[in-house]
C-alpha cells in the first residue's frame, strides 16, 4: 500500500554518469610565462613613470637652437642707460651694488616673463650655457616659450580692460587674454596692436579685441560702450595720463599741463573739462543694433553740460594735445588711433617703456605707472628708451631684451656690508626689492615643488593643477587687482596661508613621483647635495656654509620617511621665507 502511493520515477535507481576525467595540473611553465608578463608590465610601468618624473636637464627647445640677438644697436642704447644712470647716482654720491649672481638674475626674468621662479631643470640647463651669456640666452628662450606671452598677455589685460569679467553676454575676458598672447608670440608691432584695439568692430567672440569695448558695456543698456569708461582708459592704458579729473572739473592745480599746437610750449594751459569729454566723444559712434553682427561704428554723437553751463553743449571729437597729428579725415576711431600711436606722439611709447619697466623690475620708472608728465621732467633712461622703442618699429621683444641687457637689471640688491635705503632704489643703484604678486606666489610655490618645468611640453594633467592650483590659491591670498605696482605689506592671514594651507602642504608630503622634496630626499647621493638642491629648487640659489651645515645637520643619520620628512621640513622653511616671496 506504502509503495502505491510512492510514484515509480522515485523507485527507479538513478542512472550512473560516467566519471569525468581527473583534473591535470597545468605544466609549470605556462604559470612562469604569466608571471614573467606581470614583472615585464610592472617595470614597464615604472620605467615610465621614472622617465616622465626623471630630472634629465633638458627642456623643450635645446640650447644650441636658441641663437642669442646680438643687435650692437640694443647694447649700444643699453650702455647709454647705464652711463645716464651711473651719472645720477655719481651726483647723489651713491654707492652702487655689484652686478648679482646669475642664477639672480635669471630668477627676475622668469618672475618678470612667466611668473615663476626656475626651476631645478632649468638650472641645470642654464649651467650649460656659457655664463656671460646666460641672461640674455635665457630671455630669448623665454619669449619663444607660450608661457611668456600668456603670462605678459594677462598682464596687459589687467591694464587694458580690468579684472572684472564684465558683461555676461557681452565680454569674453579669455578670449581677449588668447588673443594678445598670439600677438605678443609672434611680436606684432605694438603699435598696430593698439590701433586693433581701439577701432575693433564685431563681435566679441569672433573679433576679441572688440571686449576692450564691451568690457564697459552694461548688461541693462547694452547698445553701446561706456564712453567715460573708455577714454579713461585708453589715457591711463596707452598714454600714461591720468585725466580723469578733468571729467568734472577744470584742473585748477595745475597738475595737467598741455599744448594745442606744434612748437607750443607743453605749459601753455591747463587741463579743462572739454579735453576729457571730447577724447569720450571719439568712442560715441560705437553702436550695437544685432547682438549677431556685434559693435559697429556710426557718427559720434555725444554731447554734456559742462561746469557752470544749464544746458547740454554737443561735444565734437578732439584730443587734448598736438592736434597737429591728429588726422582731419576718417572714421573717428580711426583718427584716434592714428594720433595715439603717431611716433611723434612719445606719450605713446613712454607709457609702454614705463609698463614694461615696472613688469621686468616690479617697479616702473615713475610712479604712478599711469601717470607720465608730459612735459618731464623724465628719469634717466627713459627718453633713450622710447626714442629706441618708436624708432624700432615698437618691437616689445627687442625692448625687453635691452632693458635686460643694462648693468641696472643685473645689479645686486645688496652693496655688501653698506646699508640700502630709498635714495638707492630711488636711482636705480640697486635692484629694488618688490613683494611678489599673489599669483607669482603661488606658481613659484607650485614650481619650486616640482623638479620639471612645468611648460608646454609636460602632461596636460600638470598643467591643469598648475592652472588650477594658482586660481584658487590667488582667491584666498587676495588679488591685487588693477593697482599691481602700488606697494602692499603682507598680511597675517597671507602669511598664515603659506604657513599652514592646504597648496603648500600637498606640494611638500611625501611624493616620490610628483614632489620634489621627497624625490631629492631619495635620490640625493648626499646630505650636502640635498640641501644645495632644495635651495636652488626654492631660492634659485646655493646656501651659504652656515646654512649648508644648519641643514646638514637636521638630515643626518635619517632614511626612508624620517629622511622623507626632514626635507619636507626644509621646503617648508624655505618657501615661507621672506626671500622667497619677494623679487631681489
Given at each position: 500500500m506504502a509503495n502505491e502511493k510512492i510514484p515509480p520515477f522515485l523507485l527507479e535507481p538513478p542512472p550512473v554518469l560516467p566519471a569525468s576525467p581527473p583534473l591535470r595540473p597545468k605544466p609549470a611553465?605556462?604559470?612562469?610565462?604569466?608571471?614573467?608578463?606581470?614583472?615585464?608590465?610592472?617595470?614597464?610601468?615604472?620605467?615610465?613613470?621614472?622617465?616622465?618624473?626623471?630630472?634629465?636637464?633638458?627642456?623643450?627647445?635645446?640650447?644650441?637652437?636658441?641663437?642669442?640677438?646680438?643687435?650692437?644697436?640694443?647694447?649700444?642704447?643699453?650702455?647709454?642707460?647705464?652711463?645716464?644712470?651711473?651719472?645720477?647716482?655719481?651726483?647723489?654720491?651713491?654707492?652702487?651694488?655689484?652686478?648679482?649672481?646669475?642664477?639672480?638674475?635669471?630668477?627676475?626674468?622668469?618672475?618678470?616673463?612667466?611668473?615663476?621662479?626656475?626651476?631645478?631643470?632649468?638650472i641645470r640647463v642654464l649651467e650649460q650655457v656659457p655664463e656671460d651669456e646666460r641672461a640674455l640666452w635665457w630671455t630669448e628662450y623665454l619669449l619663444r616659450d607660450r608661457r611668456s606671452s600668456d603670462y605678459l598677455a594677462e598682464r596687459w589685460t589687467r591694464a587694458t580692460v580690468g579684472t572684472n569679467n564684465g558683461p555676461f553676454l557681452l565680454f569674453r575676458r579669455r578670449k581677449y587674454v588668447d588673443w594678445l598672447a598670439d600677438h605678443f608670440e609672434k611680436n606684432s608691432p605694438y603699435d598696430q596692436l593698439v590701433r586693433?584695439?581701439?577701432?575693433?568692430?564685431?563681435?566679441?567672440?569672433?573679433?576679441?579685441?572688440?571686449?576692450?569695448?564691451?568690457?564697459?558695456?552694461?548688461?541693462?543698456?547694452?547698445?553701446k560702450p561706456d564712453v567715460i569708461r573708455l577714454a579713461g582708459r585708453t589715457s591711463r592704458a596707452f598714454l600714461s595720463q591720468r585725466i580723469d579729473c578733468l571729467q568734472c572739473h577744470h584742473d585748477y592745480l595745475g597738475k595737467v599741463s598741455f599744448s594745442n599746437e606744434l612748437n607750443v610750449p607743453l605749459e601753455s594751459r591747463t587741463g579743462e573739462q572739454a579735453d576729457f569729454h571730447?577724447?569720450?566723444?571719439?568712442?560715441?559712434?560705437?553702436?550695437?543694433?544685432?547682438?549677431?553682427?556685434?559693435?559697429?561704428?556710426?557718427?559720434?554723437?555725444y554731447t554734456y553740460t559742462y561746469l557752470n553751463e544749464d544746458a547740454e553743449s554737443r561735444v565734437e571729437p578732439n584730443v587734448p594735445y598736438r592736434r597737429d597729428l591728429l588726422p582731419a579725415a576718417g572714421d573717428a576711431r580711426h583718427r584716434l588711433a592714428s594720433w595715439v600711436t603717431h611716433p611723434e606722439n612719445k606719450a605713446f611709447a613712454r607709457a609702454t617703456v614705463n609698463r614694461m619697466w615696472g613688469v621686468l623690475f616690479g617697479k616702473p620708472l615713475i610712479?604712478?605707472?599711469?601717470?607720465?608728465?608730459?612735459?618731464?621732467?623724465?628719469?634717466?633712461?627713459?627718453?633713450?628708451?622710447?626714442?629706441?622703442?618708436?624708432?624700432?618699429?615698437?618691437?616689445?621683444?627687442?625692448?625687453?631684451?635691452?632693458?635686460?641687457?643694462?648693468?641696472?637689471?643685473?645689479?645686486?640688491?645688496?652693496?655688501?656690508?653698506?646699508?640700502?635705503?630709498?635714495?638707492?632704489?630711488?636711482?636705480?643703484?640697486?635692484?629694488?626689492?618688490?613683494?611678489?604678486?599673489?599669483?607669482?606666489?603661488?606658481?613659484?610655490?607650485?614650481?619650486?615643488?616640482?623638479?620639471?618645468?612645468?611648460?608646454?611640453?609636460?602632461s596636460i594633467l600638470s598643467q591643469l593643477e598648475l592652472f588650477g592650483g594658482v586660481n584658487d590659491f590667488t582667491k584666498a591670498y587676495g588679488d591685487r587687482g588693477e593697482d599691481e605696482f602700488e606697494a602692499q605689506s603682507v598680511t597675517i592671514p597671507q602669511r598664515l596661508l603659506v604657513m599652514n594651507g592646504a597648496y603648500v602642504s600637498e606640494?611638500?608630503?611625501?611624493?616620490?613621483?610628483?614632489?620634489?622634496?621627497?624625490?631629492?630626499?631619495?635620490?640625493?647621493?648626499?646630505?650636502?647635495?640635498?640641501?644645495?638642491?632644495?635651495?636652488?629648487?626654492?631660492?634659485?640659489?646655493?646656501?651659504?656654509?652656515?646654512?649648508?651645515?644648519?641643514?646638514?645637520?637636521?638630515?643626518?643619520?635619517t632614511r626612508g620617511m624620517s629622511r622623507s620628512q626632514a626635507m619636507s621640513n626644509i621646503f617648508w622653511t624655505l618657501i615661507n621665507s621672506t626671500e622667497f616671496q619677494w623679487n631681489h
Open positions: 611553465t605556462q604559470r612562469w610565462k604569466k608571471r614573467l608578463l606581470f614583472v615585464c608590465m610592472g617595470m614597464f610601468l615604472l620605467a615610465g613613470v621614472g622617465w616622465a618624473t626623471s630630472p634629465r636637464p633638458k627642456l623643450l627647445r635645446d640650447t644650441d637652437s636658441i641663437s642669442i640677438d646680438r643687435d650692437s644697436t640694443m647694447v649700444s642704447v643699453a650702455a647709454q642707460i647705464d652711463l645716464a644712470m651711473d651719472d645720477a647716482i655719481a651726483a647723489k654720491e651713491l654707492h652702487q651694488a655689484s652686478r648679482a649672481d646669475w642664477r639672480t638674475v635669471g630668477r627676475r626674468i622668469s618672475l618678470a616673463l612667466i611668473g615663476n621662479g626656475l626651476s631645478l631643470e632649468e586693433d584695439i581701439l577701432t575693433a568692430k564685431g563681435s566679441w567672440t569672433d573679433s576679441p579685441q572688440v571686449n576692450f569695448l564691451t568690457a564697459t558695456m552694461d548688461d541693462a543698456d547694452n547698445s571730447q577724447l569720450a566723444a571719439f568712442f560715441s559712434g560705437v553702436r550695437m543694433d544685432n547682438p549677431f553682427v556685434g559693435l559697429r561704428n556710426s557718427a559720434p554723437q610712479e604712478p605707472i599711469d601717470s607720465i608728465p608730459i612735459s618731464g621732467p623724465f628719469p634717466p633712461g627713459l627718453e633713450l628708451l622710447s626714442d629706441d622703442f618708436a624708432k624700432n618699429g615698437y618691437n616689445l621683444h627687442r625692448l625687453i631684451k635691452t632693458i635686460i641687457c643694462t648693468e641696472v637689471f643685473q645689479r645686486d640688491s645688496r652693496i655688501g656690508d653698506e646699508p640700502v635705503d630709498a635714495e638707492h632704489e630711488a636711482h636705480w643703484a640697486v635692484f629694488p626689492l618688490t613683494q611678489l604678486r599673489p599669483e607669482q606666489v603661488a606658481a613659484s610655490i607650485h614650481q619650486a615643488c616640482r623638479i620639471k618645468a612645468i611648460d608646454e611640453s609636460s606640494r611638500i608630503q611625501n611624493n616620490p613621483v610628483a614632489n620634489a622634496a621627497t624625490r631629492i630626499a631619495e635620490l640625493s647621493s648626499n646630505d650636502p647635495t640635498a640641501v644645495e638642491s632644495a635651495y636652488l629648487s626654492t631660492l634659485n640659489r646655493n646656501p651659504t656654509g652656515e646654512e649648508l651645515d644648519a641643514f646638514c645637520d637636521r638630515l643626518r643619520d
